[in-house]
C-alpha cells in the first residue's frame, strides 16, 4: 500500500527530468508575440507576429501537393521573416499512423479513454483522447520530435495535457492502474477513494509523458547543438476543474525541462458560465480575469515564461459580433496582469481570416471577418508588440488572494453521497463575491507555497477544502507560517464532503485526522473541528467559516456575511485599511489605460477616463479627451500624453506592424505589413503637420486627418504582406 499513500508529486517525482536540478527557470528570448498554423505562409495569414508556431507534423490533409510536408510548410514561413516553433497535442493528435499500426505493425485504438458505458472520447476521426502508455511516447519522440529537431527548430509547444474525469475504463488505463499502485484496476464511481486515486493516476501520466517527452527534445537537440525550449500551452487550472479534465498544470513547473506555459484562455473557456447572487450566466471577463490570475500565479514563482492567448473569434460557431464583445473582454482581462507581457496572438488565423460566420445572432447570411473587426483586431494585437511589463497595479484594495490546488480537478466527476458543487461554485464563491465589487482578488498555488513569493504581496487568504485537498503536509506548515508570521487567513468549510475520508496522507501511517484542515489547524494550536470564530496564531489571525463558499453565491444575497468577515478581516486584523468596493478595475500600463466596468455590482455608473486618448477599440482610431466605460463593457485607450519621446516621429497604433522605420530631418517612413484583405489604418505621432504623406509613392495627404491637439495624423490603406511605404514629410 505504500505506493497508494504516496503523493501524486512524490510519485512523479520518481521519473524526475534529467536536463537539470533545481525548479526555479528564467526563459530569455526575443519572442514576445506569437500563433499556432496548421498551413503554410499565405498572405490572407500574415499576421506578423514574431513567431509562428506550425502545427502538426502530419499537415492538412486537404491540402493538395506536397505544401502539407511539414519541412515545406516550416520553409514557407522562415522565407517570410518568422522564427518557426513547433506545436502539437500530446494527449490527442494526427497520429493515426500509430492507432491504425502503421508505425510499429500493431493497433493502438484501446488506448484510447475510455468511459464507464464503453464509449471511446474522440477529439475527431480516428483521433481519440489518449491514454499516453510508454509506446505512444516513444512513437511521439521518433516519429515527431525528432523530425522537427532536425528540421532545424528550437522550440516545442506539447499543447492540452487532458485526461477527461469521466474516463478511466479502458484497458491500457486499468494496465496502468496495477503498473502504478501494484494492485488491481478500481472503477471510479463506485467510491470518492477510487475516484481520487484514478484522478492521481490520470494526473500523473501526463506528468510522466512531458517529461519524457520534454527531456528526450533536450537531450537530442543537444547532439545537434541545439538548446531545445519545451513549453506547455494549456487550459486554466479554473476551466479544467469546471470542465471536469485532469491535467498536471502547476506541478509541471516542478520540472527542469519545462521552459513555459501558455495560457489558453478566450471567450470559449471563459464564457462557461458560473454562478452568482443566485443566478447562473456567462461572466466573460470576470472568469478570464480569474483564469489568466490562475496561471499567473501558478508559473509566477518559478521564473518560466509565460505567454497568454486570446481568440478573436472561438472553436464554437457563432457569429461576428458575439465574436468581438467577447474578445474585448478577454483581451481587457489578460492585460490586466501587468507582469505578462508576451503573447499569442491568435490560433488559427486560416480560421480567422479564411472562415465563414454568421453575420449576426438573428441571421443565417455568413461572412469573412467584417472589414471594421479585422481592422480592430490588427489595432489590438499589433499593440501587443509593444506591451510594457509594469509595476503599477489594479485599482482597488490589493491583497486578498483565493487558495487553489491542483486537487480541485479531482473531485469534481463522478459525484458522491449526493454532495454537489455546480459550476465549481466552491471556487467562485470566494472569488466573484469580491469582484463583484471591484476588489482586484488574485490566486495562489498550494503546489506554490513553498516560494517565499507565493504569499509575499498577500495579506489576506482565502481558502477551503471543499473542493480540494492538500496533497502533501508540507503545504500546511508554509501556510502556518505564514499565519504566524502576520499573515490573514479565512477558511470556509463545513469538511463534510465525500473526499475527506479518503486514505491520504491526512488519515494514514500515524495520521487520524478526520477532515484534511484538521492537521492545518492543530499546527496553529487550534482544536480538530474548531467551531467557527477567530482564532490568534502568533502575529496572525485565523477566521474559520463552517459554510461551503458555494453557499456564498448559489442563493441570492448569500455572500453578505462573507463579504462582511472579509472586510473586517483586511481591515482591522491585517491592518490593510479600508477595503474599497467599485464597479470597476483599471491599470495604467506605460501610455495604455485598461479599464473594465463590471455589471451585478454596487452601481452601473460608467469609468471616465481623462487624457489625450486614442480608443484601440474603435477602428477608426479616434481622438478624445474623456471617454466613458459603461457597465458590463470594457475599454482600451493609448494617452499620446505619456509617450515617453514625443518629439520622435513613430506610429502609435496601427493595423499593421512597421518595418525599416528611417527617420532623416523633416521626414519619417516605413513600410507597414500586414494580412491581404484587411484595411490598414494608422495613427502616426509627429513634430508638425506633414506637408506630404506618400504612400506607395501617391500622395494622400488630407488636411482632415491632421489632428492638432494630439500632433496625430490618420492614414488609411489597403494592407499588404509584401509590405506598402509610407512616407512623412513636414
Known sequence: MKKLLMSALAMASLVACNSGTGTEVKVEDNVKTTFQSSREWRPTIDNRGDAVMVYGVSGNPSDKGDIHVFENRVKSWRDRGYIVHFMTGIAWGGYQDYFTGKWDGKMHLDEGQVTAAGDTIWHGRMVPYIVPSENYLKYMKEMHVKRVIDAGIDAIFMEEPEFWARAGYSESFKREWKEYYGFDWRPQHESPENTYLSNKLKYHLYYRALNEVFTYAKEYGKTKGMDVKCYVPTHSLVNYSQWKIVSPEASLASLPCVDGYIAQVWTGTSREPNYYNGKPRERVFETAYLEYGSMESMTAPTGRKMFFLTDPIEDWPRDWVDYKMNYQATFTAQLLYPNIANYEIMPWPERIYEGLYKVSMDSDEKANIPRHYSTQMQVMINSLNKMPVSENKVSGSNGI??????????????????????????????????????????????????????????????????????????????????????????????????????????????????????????????????????????????????????????????????????????????????????????????????????????????????????????????????????????????????????????????????????????????????????????????????????????????????????????????????????????
Open 401 to 730: 488572494s483565493v487558495l487553489m490546488g491542483n486537487s480541485l480537478m479531482f473531485q469534481r466527476f463522478p459525484t458522491h453521497e449526493g454532495y454537489e458543487d455546480p459550476q465549481l461554485s466552491n471556487f467562485y464563491g470566494q472569488a466573484l463575491p469580491l469582484i463583484k465589487r471591484g476588489v482586484p482578488v488574485r490566486t495562489a498555488h498550494l503546489e506554490n507555497l513553498g516560494f517565499k513569493e507565493a504569499l509575499a504581496s498577500t495579506k489576506v487568504l482565502l481558502m477551503s477544502y471543499s473542493n480540494m485537498k492538500p496533497m502533501e503536509p508540507e503545504a500546511h506548515k508554509h501556510l502556518a507560517a505564514w499565519v504566524k508570521n502576520g499573515g490573514v487567513l479565512v477558511y470556509s468549510g463545513r469538511d463534510n464532503d465525500p473526499f475527506q475520508t479518503v486514505q491520504e496522507w491526512w488519515n494514514t501511517n500515524g495520521n487520524s485526522y478526520a477532515a484534511a484542515s484538521d492537521h492545518l489547524f492543530e499546527l496553529m494550536n487550534i482544536a480538530a473541528g474548531a467551531p467557527e470564530g477567530i482564532y490568534e496564531y502568533g502575529k496572525g489571525t485565523v477566521c474559520i467559516l463552517r459554510h461551503d463558499p458555494k453557499e456564498y453565491v448559489l442563493a441570492e444575497g448569500g455572500d453578505k456575511d462573507f463579504i462582511e468577515t472579509v472586510e473586517k478581516m483586511y481591515s482591522e486584523y491585517a491592518k490593510a485599511g479600508k477595503l474599497e468596493y467599485k464597479n470597476s478595475f483599471y491599470l495604467e500600463r506605460g501610455p495604455y489605460d485598461i479599464v473594465a466596468v463590471v455589471d451585478e455590482s454596487i452601481s452601473d455608473k460608467p469609468y471616465t477616463v481623462k487624457g489625450m486618448l486614442i480608443d484601440l477599440f474603435d477602428p477608426e482610431l479616434p481622438i478624445y479627451t474623456s471617454k466613458d466605460v459603461v457597465s458590463g463593457e470594457e475599454g482600451y485607450f493609448l494617452d499620446v500624453n505619456r509617450i515617453a519621446d514625443k518629439a520622435k516621429p513613430q506610429v502609435l497604433a496601427a493595423a499593421s506592424r512597421e518595418y525599416d522605420e528611417k527617420i532623416d530631418g523633416n521626414s519619417y517612413s516605413f513600410v507597414a505589413k500586414s494580412p491581404i484583405n484587411t484595411t490598414n489604418v494608422s495613427r502616426v505621432l509627429l513634430p508638425a503637420k506633414p506637408s506630404s504623406v506618400l504612400v506607395n509613392g501617391t500622395e494622400v495627404f488630407d488636411e482632415a486627418a491632421w489632428h492638432e491637439a494630439s500632433k496625430t495624423y490618420l492614414v488609411k490603406f489597403e494592407n499588404n504582406p509584401d509590405g506598402v511605404s509610407v512616407k512623412f514629410v513636414w
